[in-house]
């Protein structure tokens, strides 16, 4: 089960920078995509809000 990005993305950056796989992409907020996260848990170590968790 890949991460997800809640709506409490205030679009930083930070964890699209930090994403060995490059599975982050920017929209209104980020996005992480399902079928290139590897579940590394990096975008959810480095957000200042807790946005990407585990479904």
Do not use: F, K, R, T
Request: net charge negative; proline share 9%; charged share 20%.
């Amino acid at each position: 089960m890949a991460y997800q990005i809640s709506d409490e993305c205030i679009a930083c950056g930070a964890c699209q920078a930090e994403c060995p796989v490059e599975a982050i992409s920017e929209g209104d907020i980020y996005v992480i995509d399902p079928d290139i996260c590897i579940e590394c848990g990096a975008c959810a170590d480095v957000c200042p809000v807790g946005a990407p968790s585990l479904p």
